[in-house]
């Protein structure tokens, strides 16, 4: 009997059988595995046929039902699904429009808005001029290297984003039927054959880095600027964090001296537990004492700081130096002026661990390990500091 599904419905495990939607044809189909298909049911000469439309969740329920509308729509006029060729239903998809679908579909799992930018942006400047236009079964190798070619040795990197980029649009175009034979942006065993390996094109530009040695001299210096941008450098270069880690850190991820930040924000994607030490503390209380409370730790009127806030306040003490290159000056000083293992250090780094083994067998998180070597490295970067001048009174003074 025909219903009308929904996403809430289909979206949790269902018994195995065909569950039928109010769309005339449309079923979803529930094998014993618990995987799910969408199939288009008709009869035609007396026999009844079943014309597969894609697995879901990778066809959607709206896209399922506009698949059966359009099918039904041609079998009215003596058109039989089944002998239709898969060339045919591509030529309703232009590779621009499809890759705006395929954005709108997975932007969910994204991080962040400006992944979801970073994407537009990219197929928009390099990709779309090129093949936009096109349909999706159309673009072969020759129109990728088209689009590669010129930025190959000059933009190196962005070019191999937008080769990836390309590569699971027109992989997802694949599954769902709109395109058949190699995709043509593939890299292992395809353009690898063609192109230059990105590593041998142009050395993996690093985060400039500050020396370590160098490093207790500039918390003087920042000791003297009276913004919050200083208070979230410092905490920044004490925790060991990343800038989206620290910009978006909330009260409610701090319980004693422990910041909890969820995966949600870690590169990573699993919860990360960071030490905090004294000077940390500190810090929280001068910021909130200063600028007073909000849902971040450090804000400007209540509003988080901007990507720029502490790089721009970097610039003009450091040119050239990167918020993200603190991670680097405090790898250095592990691995210089401790006994620490680089076990710890990785794991204060919250970097993600390569080895699938070591991965399976390393279950704790070092947490009191990780904490003395914190303490450790506050006091390194507060041994150039001679005085008890409070930065609370700093910032009365002034």
Partial sequence: MAQTLTHAFISKPLPPDRYYDSTTGLQLYVKKSGAKSWVFRYTRNKVTRDKGLGGY???TLSM?????????????KGIDPLQKTIKDEAHTKKFQAFSEEYIATNQAQWKNIKHCDQWRNT?????????????????????VLDILKPIWSVKTETASRVRGRIEKVLSAATTLGLRTGIN?????????????????????????????KDLPQFIVELHEKDCVSALALEFLILT????GEVRFAEWSEIEGNVWTIPGSRMKAGKEHKVPLTDRCIDLLNIAQTIFGKSTYLFHIK??????????????GMRPKITVHGF?????????????????????????QIENRVEAVYRRGNLFQRRALLMQEWQIYTESNISTTHSQLQAYDEK
């Fill in 123 to 143: 197929l928009s400047s390099y990709a779309y001029p090129v093949i936009g236009s096109m349909d999706v079964d159309q673009i072969d190798t020759s129109h």
């Fill in 240 to 243: 060991a964090a990343r800038t």
């Fill in 302 to 315: 209540g509003k988080s700081l901007s990507n720029v806030a502490m790089s721009k306040l970097l610039e």
């Fill in 57 to 59: 969740p990778g066809v």
């Fill in 64 to 76: 399922a039902r506009d698949k059966a509308t359009i099918l039904r729509q041609e079998l009215n």
């Fill in 184 to 212: 043509p942006a593939l890299w292992r065993g395809h353009l690898e054959n063609i192109l230059p390996s990105p590593k041998k094109v142009k050395a993996v530009k690093h985060h400039e880095a500050l020396p370590y």
């Fill in 327 to 351: 991670r680097s000056t405090f790898r250095d000083w592990v691995a210089e002026e401790t006994e620490v293992s680089g076990e710890v250090a990785e794991m204060a780094l919250a970097h």
